[in-house]
């Protein structure tokens, strides 16, 4: 349970661990771009992508979208399409959440990394900007450093500490171990039972968007709808288990200082789920790390001012990726 409370955000998204049948999608889903499967170690794993309209732009670095904890590849309904215009896009649900399989394996943020770093190799091939909103953004960091080239550069939309960043030591054990008890079918199958009511969704949305008209029918909906998949509620506790342990993620002050490319961080000033006082303390860890503040934006800034986040990515990639390789060609 402390676990949920430490991510209140965690309740909203639980429902989204499961697929939407082909019957069900919604009408905007659809237009999420080319969706497919793809099988990666035996597991089938979701994704989508989109072609640039002018031919001209095929050869730009591409762009990869990767989801928050609980979320999906469908988070990103206001960023794909107007993004996909100047050039390819792709955004994959990790494996264990959205419409990817709900696989019986042992979670973390390196399993999720691996799953990228394959994904690119067997897709794109070549260096690629990936954008990633908070568990996404963690996932992108360990990726671009554990395989550097397959990164031109980051962008992080809020970046997560680790849990023994988070606390101190001698406390991890005693709050695992109360943690643990509650990461029990018996618990999470009446909870999961709960959150996804389309009233209790709404309600927490609200909670966490600080812009309320950006809590739709379609993004209710989008939570409210998704099937049960088989295995699905034992993959939820394991999720939650995986959480409690200090392999779960290596830690975000490790990891910063070895990147070596160009890295924008984008944080709503009204975040209350990472807060953004630690967000402020990024830049000093690396140079190439610039971070723009959103004013009024919450935790869902990429939804709730989709057409400034859109534009941030577009103008810094203009200015430092694009830039950078001008200079590199001279």
Same mark, same amino acid.
């Given at each position: 349970?402390?676990? /949920?409370?430490?991510?209140?955000?965690?309740?909203? /998204?639980?429902?989204?661990?499961?697929?939407?049948? =082909?019957?069900?999608?919604?009408? &905007?889903?659809?237009?999420?771009?080319? %969706?497919? @499967?793809?099988?990666?170690?035996?597991? %089938?794993?979701?994704? $989508?992508?989109?072609?640039?309209?002018?031919?001209?732009?095929? @050869?730009?670095?591409?762009?990869?979208?990767?989801? #928050?904890?609980?979320?999906? +590849?469908?988070?990103?309904?206001?960023?794909?399409?107007?993004?996909?215009?100047?050039?390819?896009?792709?955004?994959?649900?990790?494996?264990?959440?959205?419409?990817?399989? =709900?696989?019986?394996?042992?979670?973390?943020?390196?399993? &999720?990394?691996?799953?990228?770093?394959?994904?690119? %190799?067997?897709?794109?091939? =070549?260096?690629?900007?990936?954008?990633?909103?908070?568990?996404?953004?963690?996932?992108?960091?360990?990726?671009?450093?554990?395989?550097?080239?397959?990164?031109?550069?980051?962008?992080?939309?809020?970046?997560?500490?680790?849990?023994?960043?988070? /606390?101190?030591? &001698? +406390?991890?054990?005693?709050?695992?171990?109360?943690?643990?008890?509650?990461?029990?079918?018996?618990?999470?199958?009446?909870?999961?039972?709960?959150?996804?009511?389309?009233?209790?969704?709404?309600?927490?949305?609200?909670?966490?968007? $600080?812009? =309320?008209?950006?809590?739709?029918?379609?993004?209710?909906?989008?939570?409210?709808?998704?099937?049960?998949?088989?295995?699905?509620?034992? *993959? +939820?506790?394991?999720?939650?288990?995986?959480?409690?342990?200090?392999?779960?993620?290596?830690?975000?002050? $490790?990891?910063?200082? @070895?990147?070596?490319?160009?890295?924008?961080?984008?944080?709503?000033?009204? @975040?209350?789920?990472?807060?953004?006082? &630690?967000?402020?303390?990024?830049?000093?860890?690396?140079?190439?790390?610039?971070?723009?503040?959103?004013? #009024?934006?919450?935790?869902?800034?990429?939804?709730?001012?989709?057409?400034?986040?859109?534009?941030?990515?577009?103008?810094?990639?203009?200015? $430092?990726?694009?830039?950078?390789?001008?200079? *590199?060609?001279?």
């Amino acid at each position: 349970m402390i676990a /949920l409370i430490l991510y209140p955000s965690f309740f909203p /998204l639980l429902s989204s661990f499961f697929p939407m049948p =082909k019957r069900s999608l919604h009408p &905007w889903h659809t237009q999420l771009g080319s %969706q497919r @499967d793809w099988i990666w170690r035996g597991w %089938q794993i979701r994704y $989508t992508h989109l072609r640039p309209i002018a031919p001209s732009e095929v @050869d730009a670095a591409p762009l990869v979208f990767l989801h #928050g904890f609980g979320a999906a +590849l469908t988070q990103w309904r206001s960023n794909l399409i107007p993004l996909s215009q100047s050039r390819t896009v792709y955004a994959l649900d990790f494996l264990g959440f959205g419409a990817s399989e =709900k696989a019986v394996t042992g979670y973390n943020v390196s399993l &999720w990394a691996e799953q990228v770093y394959e994904f690119w %190799q067997q897709f794109i091939g =070549k260096p690629t900007i990936f954008v990633g909103h908070s568990l996404g953004a963690l996932v992108a960091l360990v990726a671009a450093v554990n395989h550097p080239g397959m990164a031109k550069g980051l962008v992080l939309i809020t970046l997560p500490s680790s849990r023994q960043e988070l /606390l101190f030591q &001698w +406390l991890q054990p005693i709050v695992g171990g109360i943690e643990g008890l509650f990461a029990s079918p018996l618990i999470i199958n009446p909870l999961f039972r709960l959150i996804r009511q389309p009233s209790f969704i709404r309600s927490v949305l609200h909670k966490i968007y $600080t812009e =309320k008209t950006n809590v739709t029918d379609d993004l209710v909906t989008s939570f409210a709808l998704p099937a049960i998949d088989r295995g699905a509620a034992k *993959v +939820l506790v394991r999720l939650v288990k995986a959480r409690t342990r200090v392999d779960f993620s290596p830690d975000t002050r $490790t990891l910063l200082p @070895d990147l070596k490319m160009p890295v924008l961080v984008l944080w709503g000033d009204q @975040d209350n789920i990472i807060p953004l006082t &630690w967000g402020r303390q990024l830049p000093t860890l690396n140079p190439n790390l610039r971070l723009v503040e959103l004013p #009024g934006a919450g935790h869902c800034s990429y939804d709730e001012c989709a057409d400034r986040v859109n534009d941030e990515i577009l103008t810094w990639i203009r200015a $430092t990726i694009e830039t950078d390789t001008v200079e *590199v060609l001279l």
